[in-house]
């Protein structure tokens, strides 16, 4: 397993922020200190039992399509957002709902690869508003010792707890149904 360090970026771009709020007022006593800024282990594979939060990215259904699972080693709760900051997983959402509706996940499926319809045609996914039926990235939690379930928040607000797991998964005519890990 291939273990890095890396600091938390929201924790930093908040002691940046508080930094330069703090130089604004004058006030020496609220400058943030190095403590405040947290660093993790990460780890190139899942979490055992609740250790960490596990966070996985699957597009095995599409060709060429691979299945990848990080362990962020924290015993304190992450915004799945921040957790896939930290993974180096970058998400797309579409022209017409934002960030609401992932499009993309690292660049897939990218705009110009056909993905193969049931019916035998072949679909661009151009990001401009809902993907289609047949061929989507969903999110899902699995919580310590529970079963996957679709995320009930987005990226945004989602909250992820020590011991808990998050996936996008890439469905493909309905194939994966759900997360296998």
């Known amino acids: 397993m291939t273990s890095t360090l890396r600091t938390v970026a929201a924790a930093a771009a908040s002691a940046a922020l508080l930094f330069t709020l703090v130089a604004c007022t004058g006030s020496p006593d609220s400058t943030p200190t190095p403590a405040e800024t947290k660093t993790v282990a990460i780890l190139d ?23 990848k699972a990080w362990c962020i080693g924290t015993d304190e709760t992450l915004a799945a957002a921040d957790a896939l900051t930290l993974v180096n997983v ?23 690869v056909a ?14 508003s809902m993907p289609a039926a047949f061929a989507y990235w969903s999110l899902w939690i699995k919580p310590a010792d529970g079963e996957w379930a679709y995320a009930e928040e987005g990226l945004s607000t989602l909250q992820l707890e020590p011991g808990e797991s998050l996936e996008l998964l890439f469905t493909l005519n309905g194939e994966p149904a759900a997360p296998t890990t």
Do not use: K, Q
């Open 90 to 112: 970058t998400t797309e959402g579409t022209d017409e709902y934002g960030d609401e509706v992932v499009c993309r996940v690292n660049g897939v499926p990218a705009e110009d």
């Open 45 to 67: 594979s899942a979490c055992g039992d609740d250790d960490g939060i596990t966070v996985a990215v699957d597009a095995s259904s599409l060709e060429d399509g691979d299945s």
């Open 115 to 128: 993905i193969p319809a049931a019916d035998g045609s072949d679909y661009f996914e151009t990001c401009e």
